[in-house]
């Protein structure tokens, strides 16, 4: 019989344990080719020049498929990294090794999405297989269809909270050989970063994964996970699910050993309750594809915004009159990181305060977030900004009240020198514009 061959596009789903997508090619042919195209530049701004990805960014990326390569070759097998698009390198790996099959785990981005469907449009006689290794559920189980996703997180909780949750799956045990030399293999370039805060990979997902729940941190996380600074105040496992490095199901299954062994509480059901807030926009974003982009969002009317160049690089920086957001600025500046109130701080400062056009603020995020998930990232500012799913519209944060809620000692703000910044805003104001003639 002939030899089949099949090719495995790694996206978010950097991990051998609960990848589906895989374990069924490891199943189905005879050869394979396991491949990851590398971003090094923003992949989702369309309206800003391409950035290249922030130094954090670029390391624990490189650490993820650093221990992937390792991962894959105690099976037999190597990754082949290309910083070509897929549409690019596919072409030519099925022109070269007569594919008959293609893997992938479905992404939540629209161009990812785009990329993929021209790929099955221009090879009609290849099989192209998809599988939801990104989110808790299925396709098949969600009680609506993609396109008639509920309008509010609300809405869709109550719909999604009482479909089983799958055990993650294992890892295969052995993988098909590639027919491509394993001399292909090429480190991702990227910036030395001093002391990393996340070190990239599954074997350190796993490892953080089981550190948090051998703890009693989970039992008191309603209670802390507003806090701005520190590693235990909440789970941070979403550097790793950004890249897929842990499945959302791996944590599920995780806290229920937990609740069963330590007992449940709201705190307990809090990280379950956060994980469907991330599942609700892995669905946001296959719904409304390129609309997570535009500047309206998913609404009809596009805000009343303009772009101040001189306070939009303020804002970057953190030199703005706000000591709070220039000292989460200057913490994403300085490790790639920022806590979830931090994250909701800037961006209410960023769209009301500022008067900003919510995009450029998303697209920064994206350049710098070590955890940077697509539908995540997008999603959120379209819900700060008020396009998005939010049926209360704007959210605007005091700034002032918020630093005597979360940092009433200014403890977080002295150590990123958050009072550090220019007297004024703006340089030049409206009476300074020279006059048409």
């Not at 005879?30 to 960014?57: N, V």
């Not at 022109?95 to 629209?110: L, M, R």
């Not at 900003?356 to 998930?373: C, F, I, N, P, S």
Request: charged share 15%; glycine share 6%; net charge neutral.
């Amino acid at each position: 019989m002939p030899h089949t061959t099949g090719l495995f596009l790694f996206n978010t789903d950097l991990r051998l344990h609960d990848n589906e997508a895989l374990i069924a090619a490891a199943a189905q042919v005879d050869q394979l080719i396991c491949i990851y195209c590398a971003q090094t530049t923003q992949a989702s701004s369309t309206l800003l020049a391409p950035s290249p990805l922030s130094p954090h960014r670029q390391l624990f990326l490189a650490q993820a498929l650093s221990n992937l390569q390792a991962s894959l070759k105690n099976l037999g097998q190597h990754l082949l990294i290309s910083t070509q698009t897929p549409l690019e390198i596919i072409s030519q790996l099925i022109t070269v090794h007569n594919i008959d099959h293609i893997y992938s785990s479905a992404h939540p981005g629209y161009y990812e999405q785009k990329s993929w469907q021209t790929l099955a449009q221009r090879y009609p006689f290849i099989n192209f297989h998809c599988f939801d290794t990104n989110t808790l559920f299925q396709t098949a189980q969600l009680p609506f269809s993609i396109k008639q996703i509920p309008q509010s997180f609300s809405k869709f909780r109550k719909q999604v909270e009482p479909l089983t949750i799958n055990p993650p799956l294992a890892a295969p045990k052995q993988l098909p050989p590639s027919p491509v030399s394993g001399s292909t293999w090429k480190n991702l370039p990227y910036s030395l970063v001093q002391t990393p805060l996340f070190e990239g990979g599954e074997e350190q997902a796993l490892a953080h994964l089981e550190g948090y729940f051998s703890t009693r941190l989970a039992s008191n996380y309603k209670l802390t996970r507003n806090g701005l600074d520190g590693m235990d105040y909440s789970t941070k496992f979403s550097p790793w699910l950004a890249n897929g490095n842990l499945s959302a199901r791996q944590v599920i299954g995780h806290l229920k050993r937990y609740e069963q062994e330590k007992g449940a509480n709201d705190s307990t059901y809090w990280i379950y309750f956060e994980l469907l807030w991330r599942e609700y926009y892995q669905w946001f974003g296959h719904c409304y594809g390129k609309k997570l982009f535009n500047v309206s969002g998913i609404k009809t009317v596009k805000p009343k915004t303009s772009f101040y160049a001189e306070r939009f690089q303020k804002w970057c920086s953190g030199n703005t009159p706000y000591p709070i957001v220039n000292a989460c600025m200057k913490q994403l500046n300085s490790t790639g990181y920022m806590s979830n109130r931090g994250r909701q701080l800037v961006a209410s400062c960023f769209v009301h305060e500022l008067g900003l056009d919510w995009r450029y603020g998303a697209a920064y995020m994206e350049q710098h977030l070590v955890d940077y998930d697509v539908a995540s990232n997008w999603g959120n500012w379209q819900y700060l900004a008020g396009v998005g799913a939010d049926p209360r519209g704007h959210r605007r944060f005091d700034l002032n009240k918020q630093t005597l809620t979360y940092d009433p000692n200014e403890v977080f703000i002295k150590r990123f020198a958050g009072h550090e910044f220019d007297s004024q805003l703006d340089s030049v104001d409206a009476a300074d514009w020279p006059i048409s003639r």
